[in-house]
């Protein structure tokens, strides 16, 4: 039996867990969650034998991952991912979805998860469940373990089962649960930076989505590489005379948050321009927060971490969001929504099928055109393909 606690909140209790073990050797795991544990507490204690009325069963799933969503922000203090997996080898309809929350989500970065290395055979365990809509649907627990690949009879049993069908992992888009798969997701109006640079905006555009093959040539220091937020409206805020006030929210703002903004300089076979890379997007890259590098660092230091300095000369496939700020302005500075690490075997066959367009279409000028509810369509090229 032990305390299961918060250390992010001053050691704070969450709940009382122990391991039961019934007549027959079976073990598992139980929970009394901390608004209860003074009524129980004093009956309880390592080696006795006890009965247990009242209680719920959470359930734990296994399964092979078809589908990753992106990190979403829920209220202002609350973050998830959202998984799909599939629960059988033989139907593919069997899917279920599970909701990571926390560090859960955090720590489960789609760029883990290659399309070649797969398939990914996925274990939650003490999840809670629910029904949605018609919907079953997992969510994780403070008592919840994440597994994957595990090494075990029946998880290779499982894996040798899904590989003689390749399962696609999917990008589960945020907000609009559209399913868009990752091999489609990173050629999405792929220009190169030449293109990109020589493109004619329209006007009446407001944002739009591109994608974009480059290697990280520098990271560029001018504007340092990350700042100091309001921890509710995540805006930028500037310390007067030791205390930091948020100018959106209107009030001082007790819990400072350190995020990143990196600035890198990329550069492909044609062209040079520079990206931005925000928080979420950073994180993700980086597989740590802002604010754990900065406490890495001695006092007054302003140099570049050394984490960050490794992503120079690597390769990546960015998917950039075109704001006014670009298409107007004509301001370089591109916002990263996401990163996706190249499959060359896909990038082969892409530039394989668009040779084949290309003999069969006529060369048009690359412009960025508004189409239906003011949504923006991707180059002529692109408007063609799709």
């Known amino acids: 039996m032990w305390e299961f606690k918060n250390y992010k909140r001053s050691k704070e209790m969450i709940s009382l867990d122990m391991i039961l073990i019934d007549e027959k050797g079976t073990l598992v795991?139980?929970?009394?969650?901390?608004?209860?544990?003074?009524?129980?507490?004093?009956?309880?204690?390592?080696?006795s034998v006890i009965i247990i009325r009242n209680f719920k069963v959470v359930e734990n799933v296994v399964g092979c991952l078809c589908g990753i969503g992106d990190l979403e922000s829920v209220g202002s203090k609350w973050k998830k991912r959202d998984l799909r997996i599939l629960t059988d080898p033989e139907d593919r309809s069997a899917k279920a979805k599970i909701t990571l929350w926390e560090d859960y989500g955090e720590g489960f970065y789609p760029y883990l998860f290659p399309p070649e290395s797969g398939p990914?055979?996925?274990i939650i365990t003490a999840t809670t469940v629910k029904e949605f809509r018609g919907e079953i649907t997992f969510a994780t627990t403070a008592a919840t373990k994440t597994y994957v690949n595990l090494q075990m009879d029946h998880?290779?049993?499982?894996i040798q089962k899904f590989a003689t069908k390749p399962v696609h992992i999917q990008t589960i888009e945020s907000g609009n649960?559209?399913?868009?798969?990752?091999?489609e997701a990173?050629?999405?109006s792929r220009m190169t930076i030449t293109e990109l640079l020589d493109s004619d905006w329209s006007y009446d555009i407001e944002e739009c989505f591109v994608t974009l093959r480059a290697q990280i040539s520098q990271i560029d220091t001018y504007f340092g590489w990350h700042y100091i937020s309001c921890n509710l409206c995540n805006?930028?805020?500037?310390?007067k005379d030791g205390v930091y006030t948020c100018n959106k929210c209107g009030k001082e703002c007790d819990f400072p948050l350190v995020r990143y903004k990196i600035h890198i300089k990329?550069?492909?076979?044609?062209?040079?321009?520079?990206?931005?890379?925000f928080n979420g997007v950073a994180e993700k890259l980086l597989d740590t927060s802002a604010s754990k590098l900065v406490n890495q660092m001695s006092k007054g230091d302003t140099h570049v971490p050394s984490l960050i300095e490794s992503l120079c000369d690597k390769d990546f496939v960015f998917k950039l969001k075109l704001t006014n700020f670009n298409l107007k302005e004509g301001l370089e500075n591109y916002t990263v929504t996401q990163v996706f690490v190249p499959d060359e075997e896909l990038e082969l066959q892409h530039r394989i099928n668009k040779e084949k367009k290309e003999v069969h279409?006529?060369?048009?000028?690359?412009?960025?055109?508004?189409?239906g509810k003011g949504l923006p369509m991707a180059t002529q090229e692109f408007m063609q393909e799709g």
């Open 266 to 277: 990329v550069k492909d076979n044609g062209g040079k321009t520079t990206l931005v890379l």
């Open 186 to 188: 990173m050629f999405q």
């Open 155 to 158: 998880i290779t049993s499982l």
């Open 29 to 47: 795991h139980a929970v009394i969650w901390k608004n209860q544990v003074n009524r129980f507490r004093a009956n309880l204690s390592e080696g």
């Open 361 to 371: 279409t006529p060369t048009t000028q690359k412009n960025i055109r508004p189409t």
């Open 235 to 239: 805006k930028k805020i500037e310390p």
């Open 177 to 183: 649960g559209s399913n868009i798969p990752i091999a």
């Open 120 to 122: 990914y055979i996925v």
